[in-house]
């Protein structure tokens, strides 16, 4: 295993997972480190549902959903504790998300409506739930070539002139 890479991922639930083939898909060479010794962390034992907007199920299913009701619906549910504007950008990105993870091979299985007091957001129901997401990651990580490490729990960040440069574990540092 090379100790130089483009990009290191500390970590291999979804938003890990998700950032490495991302990151590889554009052509970035990528390690992903994950402390424990199998991949998926917490996100495994999700149940796997996930909100969206404006996605291809919906459409399928002629579901057409006003754009701010996930907005909305999930600042409400959080009690209007979070901040807006990433609140926003999640919303915004849901959809693409569903699409995104159906198009690698994610199952969904049905939608549903989750319904506030005068909004509503789309859940999409994953097939397997959260394991079932997390084996088809790592399969794509996999096909297109993220090398993965394990037991490799991160101590620290490497910074030089205030960027993050490298990662170490233990005494390696990569």
């Known amino acids: 295993m090379s100790h130089d890479f483009d990009v290191a991922v500390v970590g291999s639930g979804f938003a890990g997972l998700a950032a490495a083939i991302t990151a ?40 057409e ?4 009701d996930m907005y909305r619906f999930y600042l409400a549910l959080n009690r209007f504790r979070l901040e ?8 915004e990105g849901s959809g693409p998300t569903v ?8 199952e969904f299985g049905s939608l549903f409506k989750t319904s506030g007091e005068e909004f509503a957001a789309s859940m999409h129901i994953t097939v397997g739930e ?3 997401v997390t084996q088809t990651l790592v399969r ?3 096909r297109i070539g993220v090398e993965i ?15 993050v440069v490298g990662v170490a574990v233990g005494d390696d540092t990569l």
């Open 65 to 68: 959903d006003d754009p701010d």
């Open 99 to 106: 699409d995104w993870l159906k198009d690698i091979g994610v």
């Open 84 to 91: 807006p504007a990433l609140v926003r950008i999640l919303c």
């Open 24 to 63: 590889r898909s554009h052509g970035a060479s990528v390690l992903l480190l994950e402390g424990s010794g199998e991949l998926g962390g917490s996100s495994k034992l999700s149940g796997g549902q996930l909100m969206g907007d404006r996605t291809q199920l919906q459409r399928a299913a002629g579901i």
């Open 140 to 142: 794509e990580a996999k």
């Open 130 to 132: 959260g394991i079932a």
């Open 149 to 163: 490490a394990l037991g490799m729990k991160v101590d620290r960040l490497i910074v030089e002139d205030d960027s």
